[in-house]
């Protein structure tokens, strides 16, 4: 019985390990302007080691919208509020208050180095910029994250090999 509990808890590990490899792509189509775009995603992938309550379950999903402009952004969906820190306040968009998040960045293995991320606030989205950020990341194979939670700082790891292209995407559209 012991071995039979063993081999299903590793099939499920083994399991959640190839789906964080899967990206998906999909329509979001916007009814009201009579627009469309290309989301394309992860499925949810796990912080190196959980949080303290009540953020021990957090996760976050990887997405890419593809613009037809070829200003793609990457962004990371969690499944709430990250209540993240090391950022300033900042207005955008008229008068809604944004995070400014200093996010930790190593790209395929290289230097860390520092790049920016926007959170509104009570938003579970980070935003990176779709100037400098959003390409090195989109650029990369693998990429991991690091950013200053509540309850501690931890890194998600996203394997980009397996992530298709926009404007692949974008032409069959």
Not at 15 to 31: G, L, S, Y
Not at 89 to 109: M, P, S, T, W, Y
Request: glycine letters at 6%.
């Amino acid at each position: 019985m012991k071995k039979m509990l063993i081999a299903v808890g590793l099939l499920l590990i083994s399991t959640q390990i190839v789906m964080a490899d899967v990206w998906q792509v999909r329509t979001v189509k916007n009814e009201f302007e009579g627009t469309s775009s290309i989301r394309i995603h992860t499925d949810y992938l796990s912080l190196n080691r959980p949080l303290d309550f009540p953020y021990q379950d957090l996760r976050a999903i990887a997405v890419v919208d593809c613009y037809d402009n070829g200003k793609d952004v990457f962004g990371l969906r969690f499944t709430q509020d990250p209540n993240l820190t090391n950022y300033t306040l900042q207005r955008l968009f008229g008068n809604e208050i944004h995070k400014r998040v200093a996010v930790q960045v190593k790209l395929d293995g290289g230097d860390i180095k520092t790049f920016t991320a926007y959170n509104k606030a009570g938003s579970p989205w980070l935003t990176f910029g779709e100037m400098h950020d959003s390409p090195a990341i989109l650029a990369s194979k693998k990429v991991m994250l690091q950013m200053d939670f509540y309850k501690g700082t931890r890194h998600i790891t996203i394997d980009m090999s397996k992530r298709q292209k926009c404007q692949t995407q974008l032409t069959k559209k």
